[in-house]
């Protein structure tokens, strides 16, 4: 069965930097397109950003624009999300997920059919 599986979250101050890592258990990189996703406590889970597996276009919602980038390494079944300039209200579980084709509605992945398991990222003084 094919996973998903994050890294990267920690504990950083306001201003610091953290780079997730989305790693694949099999080659899908190159054919799923791939969404990063996050949830605070008593918040709904809202799309962060999103690579479209079609043309490698990205995108990114308005709260992450200019701070975080997503990229992909298909040779190591990797996606990146670095995190730069961080603040308290980045502070949440951040997921990846994968989808076969998917479309990228702006930051939102359309569907997936794959999901890891979340990392912690809590952004605090």
């Known amino acids: 069965q094919l996973q998903l599986v994050e890294s990267g979250g920690g504990l950083v101050q306001p201003g610091g930097s953290l780079r997730l890592s989305c790693t694949a258990s099999e080659s899908i990189v190159e054919y799923y397109s791939i969404g990063w996703f996050r949830q605070a406590p008593g918040k709904e889970r809202e799309g962060v950003s999103c690579i479209r597996s079609t043309d490698n276009s990205t995108h990114y919602a308005d709260s992450a624009k200019g701070r975080f980038t997503i990229s992909g390494d298909n040779a190591k079944n990797t996606v990146y999300l670095q995190m730069n300039n961080l603040k308290p209200e980045d502070t949440a579980v951040y997921y990846c997920?994968?989808?076969?084709?998917?479309?990228?509605?702006?930051?939102?992945?359309?569907?997936?059919?794959?999901w890891g398991q979340g990392t912690q990222v809590t952004v605090s003084s």
């Open positions: 997920a994968g989808g076969l084709l998917a479309y990228c509605k702006g930051a939102v992945l359309d569907f997936g059919d794959y």
